[in-house]
């Protein structure tokens, strides 16, 4: 009879372990660094769901022409992929509130209190209303030889000293009331 409630025992155990693995694996599936080394065959195979758009465009402030594939393309999980001419993965680009993420945790809508704590040190940003407008800079943080760029977005508008091609300077109140928030995530093989 013991042996019997331990065989029981052991496999309803295994079978916790698999469940909860699957359900790891699932929700590992939106870490976007993961996408880094795929090629398109990999793309459509892993996110066969995604109802995939592909074609082309211009890149680059208009320089460069790409191969680009939209996962989830009209959907808070929309995801953008362009590929270089080996056709790997050059960059990955989100801007939603899905379920993408980093591997750091970081996603968008982190506020810029979390940003920090998960880089371990103050992060500097540039300043609004230009191509760059709120990228992140890691001031040598946990975050800084990564493949993550991302991108602050403010709630509250910003006032004019806060625009243009250079790193705000503000203080904690400042930047308080303007509720800053990961606005877009992009990822990028170094």
């Given at each position: 009879m013991k042996k019997i409630f331990f065989?029981?025992?052991?496999?309803?155990?295994?079978?916790?372990?698999?469940?909860?693995?699957?359900?790891?694996?699932?929700?590992?599936?939106?870490?976007?660094?993961?996408?880094?080394?795929?090629?398109?065959?990999?793309?459509?195979?892993?996110?066969?769901?995604?109802?995939?758009e592909e074609g082309t465009n211009?890149?680059?402030?208009?320089?460069?022409?790409?191969?680009?594939?939209?996962?989830?393309?009209?959907?808070?999980?929309?995801?953008?992929?362009?590929?270089?001419?080996?056709?790997e993965i050059f960059d990955i680009r989100f801007a939603e509130e899905g379920?993408?993420?980093?591997?750091?945790?970081?996603?968008?809508?982190?506020?810029?209190?979390?940003?920090n704590g998960i880089n371990g040190i103050l992060v500097s940003f540039y300043g609004f209303g230009w191509d760059y407008s709120g990228a992140v800079v890691w001031n040598g943080g946990k975050l800084e030889d990564t493949d993550l760029r991302v991108f602050l977005g403010a709630e509250n508008e910003p006032?004019?000293?806060?625009?243009?091609d250079q790193v705000v300077k503000a203080s904690p109140q400042e930047i308080e009331n303007m509720n800053l928030k990961v606005q877009a995530i992009v990822l990028r093989k170094s």
């Open positions: 065989v029981i025992a052991f496999i309803g155990l295994y079978s916790c372990n698999s469940t909860k693995q699957a359900t790891t694996d699932a929700s590992d599936k939106f870490v976007a660094e993961k996408l880094l080394d795929y090629d398109l065959k990999e793309v459509k195979e892993r996110f066969s769901d995604a109802n995939i211009l890149y680059d402030e208009g320089t460069v022409e790409r191969s680009y594939a939209i996962l989830y393309p009209g959907t808070k999980d929309e995801m953008h992929i362009t590929w270089n001419a080996n056709n379920k993408w993420r980093s591997a750091s945790g970081v996603k968008v809508g982190t506020t810029y209190k979390e940003l006032s004019d000293k806060f625009y243009g």
